[in-house]
T-cell receptor, first 117, second 114 residues
């Protein structure tokens, strides 16, 4: 059974550019969440999607956006990149609907490491 | 708002020694608690979780954790550490109605000496 797949694994961008990261959840999982991991701020929740709808959003500027497709695959986009956006971006999928509780088990992908120069 | 504290940034243990990683949480209601492990260049792997019931939970790779409500703690333990356990360990809390939003601690880096 394939796990959560994130592409690309590594990428380098320059300030001001934009980037799109992709996440394919485990087959049958309809919920996708995104997290940012940096040495300074640790792991921070970005947003989550279920059935193509954003269900929850973290405290990030509007430059960070995402979407989910009908096949549950998700993309996140960061526009006007800043140096501080350099991070490991982790995607996680879950079978459960996110609204019921926080007791959903998340399966994480290996992440996309973004470096902004 | 909920929070998680992992007071130990780095821990070094000898192979075969016992291990305890500390985690304290702050949340007004019953929390959903998780321990994840991250190896270099990898994502997070779930070790174990506590939702309700027995306060001592067993996980993968020989790990266990005990939920102590009175101490707001969820410490991770392993009786005998293996060199392959060297990694970073994260404690996290989920909340009722919080969906898939987890609040993570800052992590504990475990080094295993041979």
């Amino acid at each position: 059974k394939a796990g959560v797949t994130q592409t690309p694994r590594y990428l380098i961008k320059t300030r001001g550019q934009q980037v799109t990261l992709s996440c394919s959840p485990i087959s049958g999982h309809r919920s996708v969440s995104w997290y940012q991991q940096t040495p300074g701020q640790g792991l921070q929740f970005l947003f989550e999607y279920f059935s193509e709808t954003q269900r929850n959003k973290g405290n990030f500027p509007g430059r960070f956006s995402g979407r989910q497709f009908s096949n549950s695959r998700s993309e996140m986009n960061v526009s006007t990149l800043e140096l501080g956006d350099s991070a490991l971006y982790l995607c996680a999928s879950s079978r459960s609907h996110p609204s019921a509780s926080g007791a959903n088990v998340l399966t994480f992908g290996a992440g996309s490491r973004l470096t902004v120069l | 708002a909920q929070s998680v504290t992992q007071p130990d940034i780095h821990i070094t243990v000898s192979e075969g020694a016992s291990l305890e990683l500390r985690c304290n949480y702050s949340y007004g209601a019953t929390p959903y608690l998780f321990w994840y492990v991250q190896s270099p260049g990898q994502g997070l792997q779930l070790l174990l979780k506590y939702f309700s019931g027995d306060t001592l939970v067993q996980g993968i790779k020989g790990f266990e954790a005990e939920f102590k409500r009175s101490q707001s703690s969820f410490n991770l333990r392993k009786p005998s550490v293996h060199w392959s356990d060297a990694a970073e360990y994260f404690c996290a809390v989920g909340t009722t109605g919080g969906g898939n939003k987890l609040t993570f601690g800052t992590g504990t880096q475990l080094k295993v000496e041979l």
